[in-house]
């Protein structure tokens, strides 16, 4: 079941690092070379769960809450975590779509 994350952004402005729950909540960040920036990253979601998910430019990870939590179910479907602070911040910086087997879902409009 094929499901994937989009993330489409100004490439020169953002970009996204894929990172732990820990790293999410402090606004660490992985070395500079596993950040993704085409502006345009699809990302597999295989595995059911949180996958956290932040801008490492300046301090947009921290400043303006430029991070985001997706949860992916157990049936594979992704949903955003309607619990996440970051969800409306997020909204007006990133355009994630996640397209799922069955539906194609736009969060974070
Ligand atoms: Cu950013």
Same mark, same amino acid.
């Given at each position: 079941?094929?499901?994937?994350?989009?993330?489409?952004?100004?490439?020169?402005?953002?970009?996204?690092?894929? %990172?732990?729950?820990?790293?999410? $909540?402090?606004?660490?960040?992985?070395?500079?070379?596993?950040?993704?920036?085409?502006?345009?990253?699809?990302? $597999?979601?295989?595995?059911?769960?949180?996958?956290?998910?932040?801008?490492?430019?300046?301090?947009?990870?921290?400043?303006?809450?430029?991070?985001?939590?997706?949860?992916?179910?157990?049936?594979?479907?992704?949903?955003?975590?309607?619990?996440?602070?970051?969800?409306?911040?997020?909204?007006?910086?990133?355009? %994630?779509?996640?397209?799922?087997?069955?539906?194609?879902?736009?969060?974070?409009?």
């Amino acid at each position: 079941m094929p499901t994937e994350s989009v993330f489409n952004y100004d490439s020169t402005k953002h970009n996204v690092f894929k %990172v732990n729950g820990t790293l999410f $909540q402090s606004c660490t960040f992985p070395p500079a070379n596993e950040a993704l920036d085409t502006g345009k990253d699809i990302i $597999q979601l295989k595995t059911e769960g949180r996958k956290w998910y932040v801008c490492g430019v300046a301090d947009h990870c921290s400043a303006r809450q430029m991070k985001l939590v997706i949860t992916v179910l157990g049936n594979g479907a992704p949903a955003p975590s309607p619990t996440s602070s970051a969800y409306s911040t997020v909204s007006s910086m990133f355009g %994630v779509v996640v397209a799922a087997t069955v539906a194609i879902t736009t969060i974070f409009v």
